[in-house]
């Protein structure tokens, strides 16, 4: 994953209205930004002004950036002795930015200018004509940012008054690493937000991010490949770069690949990958992954990947190379994902996908005998049972599946694991954020990556000295040869058995005295309607 340099600073500041004094916090940012999409809302739908606001973040963000890159580059040649005019061809050099990780922002484009015009008439035209000059100067951009600002669907009269309202955001003043780590948390925000107003759509773009960090902390993956074959918005991608950084690996050791299929989303991940300065190989263009795999020829050394679950309408070739261990039904593409991760795996290399439940049992169309040439080549390391709504975009139960292409204990000095399957089942965990979602707690995270890498036998377990056992309701190792008894059913609650119930001796031995202490009482009483049920009868007579 090359990353855009940690210093992104930026340039002598324009005029323009209402510039703020002080850096605006992650908490004002997003308020102010939300008010701006409530501001569209009524009169376009949430995929169309998603795209609206995205696209004006973003051409905020890289004109703060560039204004902070042009300040610093004068501040550090007037110290050096250069005198105004000289100063000021060189900060008009365009390689002074691009060297520094820093987008290049033509005069024309410059928020600024947008600012000063945001009450003329052709303010979407000027918009757009902004985002082609961006795209223009930055090759990295082409065909990436949003046009749509023109259209007849976008009130020109709310486009203006947005562009007011995000004049008074700022980026910058806290140094470049903070202020594109602040955009970043705010355009995730975005993505999570848009995702909800969206519903079952926003699925297709956004998945949450407890769930993505479950997949990185079990994986790792610290340097090499990572490979994405539905990757949405880019959140694997983000999440990948958070972990590296957060274990003191540098970015550039981690090499990004993937393919989307739908163009808006994959023009939302090329500037969601921009924003977080993470540099990837999402193809020249958007397409389906199984009509035209755009990586055909990579084996990486990680696969991360929210498929759409159970597609009934794909692709499909009965020739395709890729179906090793069978053809994939023709109503459902859920084993064809699976396939698909599995052929761009290195020999050593690792995977973790997202689907429904339902893949761990089904047997329509050949799913179970797939199921089983899988399980029997061992390339199954770990199935964990996830709780119901962590996805808002979907009802049906998910589930994880972990792959390895080696289980042996390798040169890690891991522990030989071939032959077993690790289960968990996940489905107490997590916390309701509010009435309709789930979310799952940095210990909740924690907990099922320990579990699996204890299972393992990685050192970064060891340091924790975390040793691994089965835990009756919630983890056990199992055999292939027993997970071929159970018919090659790969859902946890098969294996890992109901919880052990502790119980305090003193507690229980009370609980035994009260109760017999009732019953007893019970059986008194029972005696004594007896007896007056039969002087009642006697009098009857």
Known sequence: MTLLPNALPRRGRPKKAAEPQTPTSAKELKDTLWKAADKLRGSMD???????????????????????????????????????????????????????????????????SLARNAKAGDIGVRVNHAMDLVMDANPALKATLPRIFNSSSVDQRRLGELIDLFNNARFTGQGATKARDLLGEVYEYFLEKFAAAEGKRGGEFYTPASVVRVLVEVLEPLSGRVYDPCCGSGGMFVQTEKFVEAHGRHPQDVHVY??????????????????HGIGADLGPVWGDTFARDLHAGLKADFVLANPPFNIKDWARNERDGRWRYGVPPANNANYAWLQHILSHLAPGGSAGVVLANGSMSSNSGGEGAIRAEIVDADLVSCMVALPTQLFRSTGIPVCLWFFAMDKSAGKQ?????????????????????????????????????????????RVSAQEKGTEYADVPGFCRSATLAEIKDAGYALTPGRYVGAAEVEVDPAEMAARIASLTADLLAQLDESERLAQVVREQLGRVR
Do not use: C
């Not at 993937?258 to 924003?275: D, F, H, P, S, V």
């Open 258 to 275: 993937g393919q989307e299929l739908n163009e808006r989303t994959w023009r939302m991940a090329k500037m969601n990958l921009a924003i």
């Open 46 to 112: 949430a995929s169309q002004y998603k795209d609206v606001i995205l696209g004006l973040v973003f051409l905020k963000y890289v004109s703060d950036a560039f204004d902070e890159r042009r300040e610093l580059i004068a501040a550090e040649l007037g110290g050096q002795g250069y005198n105004e005019e000289q100063i000021e061809a060189l900060v008009g050099d365009i390689d002074e930015y691009t060297s520094a990780g820093v987008f290049w922002i033509p005069s024309d484009a410059h928020w600024a």
């Open 413 to 457: 000095g891991n522990v030989d694991r071939r032959g077993e399957v690790l289960f968990i089942d996940a489905r107490e965990l997590g916390h309701m954020v509010d009435r309709a979602n789930r979310a799952f707690t940095d210990e909740d995270i924690a907990k099922i990556a320990d579990t699996y890498h204890a299972w393992r036998g």
